[in-house]
């Protein structure tokens, strides 16, 4: 097969993808409050063609297990809102795409379709919501609520949400605004649909008071991968982000995913399956080893243990770097995690220390380590081998695993014509990333097993 | 009195502050679209050391009264989401200051704590709310309530909002972050102090994600003209915003507004009174005149008509240019606007389009017409007359009354030492406004009479 390019996007997460990454020497700790330091990853991602940068997002300090003491070893407690940066971001660059997570379970469609809106007038079509409905009880208490709703009903209110947010992107048709100064009239009454929404979960009766997005729709991501979580990411999104950690599952995924789109009649080359990636580079293998070996080693056992608790009970006292317990009885509500889980603890020398490093470090991501020319074998691996179309890259530590990918990995990348070196289309994400404009809804036609997002 | 400056803010209304000026030949009817325009706004409002740029808000296309066919008139319906841009222009600033309207009544304060924050940290210091609690209908209509909220309770909220918002701010002292790479402990949690809000309005959690504001708490205006509204402001607010047609009605506003701080133990010079002010200037007062009877004709029936109705009924058929009918009986929903509306209707040669011009033109703000040194003389005359502590300047089209105010009238005040031709204090708005930083509740003094904002 002929080279072609992958989708590229960098994903950064606060002070680093991995838990630990702040803690090495060389590591800026307080990377993700330095605005400097984020105008650079930007303008570096920007030279490198990269497609969008990613953030990922929750209104809460969130965490699945840990400790009250283990709290105070997060380092991704304090963090930008992902909206406001994206502002800043917009206008220090030209071409740059950039994605942001926003909850559809804390928010109001009105204002989430207006803020994307605005940034994608400001932006001049750059910018993208992955639609998440997340997963903590600590965003639920900041809103209200003793607990988090249901899995079902998150994406019940989910898929309405979004319905409702590209229904108010509609309210004008793209050629609505006449601004007649001779009659005086701004807009052609004709061309505004006010949405009228009158739902289950959202009444919103509309219009946006801004004109269409210059995307049409902002890029829409999505990365549940629930049962529901698909088939909300194939009815709705360009691109599908996933944690992916090894190529057999990753590639099952990318079928399944592929033929869901098409069994709605969706085109399957217009939903991106993009995975996570955390790649720790080195000169040589044995250097990028030791740099994996110096992170894991970083993982407190506070921050670890607290993860093991579910499924092998409480491991105080035991010697850390000793066998694991037999597992507990799985539990109904930990299903999958506690099955994953097992199986990784069976595997041969593994340590409570090792199973807890590995948890805690990368979150559930593809964690790669060997040199520049090794990480691209396996992105090439996974691509060639229809896994996926693409990855967001996440830089585990600030800025040197940033400055790898743009000095190291994305050049090799480019050489082997697997990352592009200038951007296409017409200066949007939408157009860079080789995705069609939606036409407005009045506009569309009605051709069987058409593309409701071309 | 020895001159001393006036606090001056640039009030962005759309495509213009009058209703028509997107209509005259000389605007950019697309002006609040045009990011360019926004970036040279806002950087020549730094280079006239101009205080900060100022956005009124509405989650809706809103208007009190005109008709269906009005709204085709309305050119303030396409317009951005203000803390989005605020992001944008942050970056490509350095010293003007941000404030942005947004409303209580329709968001959660975990979000607003949290945009404002990050905002305040990618903007080193240089951001402000302004608290409103939404006056329209439609903005309900957006948010899943079939009409809005009584105008008490809006307050009620507002109150509560407010207050959990600047706990929420409080969330971490400001050396709570201590990032000790050697013991992997990211913050000391003696210094977190979530706020565990549990009230009539929100029950809140916390803690917020992210580092206190640089500013300790973002600046705070408040633009309330009624009892409720002038406790809350006077309560909580740095800066009250206020919309004043007349220098002894407008001296009176902020004697109520000093007294009523000090009152309740603020010192009343840290509660700073700032009305708009609309300045139509002119090379010579004939043109600045004849400029502001274009304006004021290019105020369409349509638009202007509905705004008379509910005091004069339905003045279809009637001569515009000939006298207003008699008023009808005072409604108890618009007791105050109805008597203003009387009131205006009786001077002398007023007719139906004078008196429509007047209400649909700067929306009861301060008009004044000119030479750059005749509106120079009236700012002086209100400010040196204990009638305000500076102004918000509002351009009634765009760019060229911008360009007049920078070019001409901010020169004229510099000149006369009424207007800072330097920057002040520390680098962020609160130290450039003269105001101090609020120190972190838990270091506050609790001695009487002690500034809650100080």
Known sequence: MAARPMKLGLNIVANGAHAAGWRLPEAKADAALDFELW????????????HFMFWA?????????????????????????????????????????????VSTTFNEPYHVARKLASLDHISKGRVGWNVVTSWSEQEARNFGRAALMPHAQRYAR??????????????????????????GRYFDA??????????????????????????????????GSSGPGQALGTR???????????????????????AQAASIGRDPARVLVMPGI????????????????????LVPPALGLPLLKASFGDLAGLDLDGPLPPPLPESNALKSEHA???????AEGMTIRKLYQILAGASGHYIVHGTAS?????????FEGEACDGFNLMPAWLPGAAFDLFDQLVPELQRRGLAQTAYAGDGTLRGSLGLPRPPHRRHRSSAPGEDRNA
């Open 39 to 50: 105008t650079m990853l930007a303008t570096r991602a920007e030279t490198a063609c990269l």
């Open 190 to 223: 004709d061309k505004l649909h006010p949405p009228g929404h009158a739902g289950r979960h959202f009444a919103v009766e509309g219009p946006l008071n801004i004109a269409r997005p210059v995307q049409g729709y902002p890029i829409i991501a999505q990365a």
């Open 57 to 101: 997002d929750g209104a809460a300090i969130r965490h699945n297990a840990p400790s009250q003491e283990a709290l105070a070893y997060l380092a991704r407690i304090d963090v930008w809102e992902p909206l406001t940066v994206i502002g800043a971001l917009a206008a220090l660059t030209k071409r740059l795409g950039f994605i942001a997570s």
């Open 340 to 346: 994953a889980l097992v199986r990784l603890a069976a």
């Open 278 to 297: 955390l790649p720790i580079i080195g000169a040589t293998r044995r250097q990028a080893a030791d740099r994996f070996e110096a992170l894991q080693e």
């Open 158 to 183: 989910a898929e309405e949400f979004v319905d409702v947010v590209t229904a108010l992107w509609d309210s004008f048709e793209d050629d609505a605004f006449i601004r007649d100064k001779a009659s």
């Open 374 to 382: 090794d990480v691209a074998d396996r992105m090439q691996d996974w």
């Open 236 to 258: 709705i999104a360009d691109i599908i982000y996933t944690a992916q950690k090894d190529k057999a599952a990753a590639a099952a995924f990318y079928r399944a995913i592929k």
